[in-house]
């Protein structure tokens, strides 16, 4: 039963570039979520994904977009890239029957580590 | 005010002593609260959930909820080395109609020999 998988691993942008993050998630699980961790931070909530909608959304700029697709895998993008922007992106899928009812158990996947120079 | 709080650390035990980690959070309609561990470099694993007051144990792991007072630990009974990793709090938030996980932003703690 394959878990959360993140792609890629590690990649390295510059100032001003976009980047394109893929997630599938664990079998079984028809939601997902992004999040944003830096440094000797916990992670910061971007957005949640369901039926291909955006249904939830944190405290990031709208260079911050992504997208669901009918298999549930989603992709995180990010436009004009910052220095600040550099920090494992973690998505984290879970099944909305237990979203729904409360207990949003997420399952994490290794995440995506982006350096901004 | 943060959403969840917690203290950053770093906690230092000695192994096979008591570890004892706490969080607040802010949302009182919150109903679900989740322990996650995450080493260094790796991506956080769920450890413990607890839903109800009281205390729920799994192991060595005892999570305790009191929600009058908005607060959420976990012990650690007979801590090893391998305890040693960052341990974040996370909060199930109802709005806009859904559900979303807030952390905090971890505690630290470290095991010596």
């Known amino acids: 039963d394959a878990g959360v998988t993140q792609s890629p691993t590690h990649l390295i942008k510059t100032r001003g570039q976009q980047v394109t993050l893929r997630c599938s998630p664990k079998?079984?699980?028809?939601?997902v979520s992004w999040y944003q961790q830096a440094l000797g931070q916990g992670p910061q909530f971007i957005f949640q994904?369901?039926?291909?909608?955006?249904?939830q959304r944190g405290n990031f700029p709208d260079r911050f977009s992504g997208h669901q697709f009918p298999n549930y895998s989603s992709e995180l993008n990010v436009n004009a890239l910052l220095l600040g922007d550099s920090a494992l992106y973690l998505c984290?899928?879970?099944?909305?029957?237990?979203?729904?009812?409360?207990?949003?158990?997420?399952?994490f996947g290794a995440g995506s580590r982006l350096t901004v120079l | 005010q943060k959403e969840v709080e917690q203290n950053s650390g770093p906690l230092s035990v000695p192994e096979g002593a008591i570890a004892s980690l706490n969080c607040t959070y802010s949302?009182?309609?919150?109903?679900?609260f989740f322990w996650y561990r995450q080493y260094s470099g790796k991506s956080p694993e769920l450890i413990m959930s607890?839903?109800?007051?009281g205390d729920k144990e799994d192991g060595r792991f005892t999570a305790q909820l009191n929600k009058a007072s908005q607060y959420v630990s976990l012990l650690i009974r007979d801590s090893q080395p391998s305890d040693s990793a960052t341990y974040l709090c996370?909060?199930?938030?109802?709005?806009?109609?859904?559900?979303?996980?807030?952390f905090g932003a971890g505690t630290r703690l470290a095991v010596h020999p």
């Open positions: 994904y369901y039926e291909e909608e955006e249904r």
């Open positions: 996370a909060v199930n938030m109802f709005s806009g109609g859904y559900n979303k996980l807030i």
């Open positions: 949302d009182r309609g919150s109903q679900s």
């Open positions: 984290a899928s879970s099944s909305v029957a237990f979203g729904d009812s409360g207990a949003n158990v997420l399952t």
């Open positions: 607890i839903y109800s007051n």
């Open positions: 079998s079984g699980h028809d939601t």
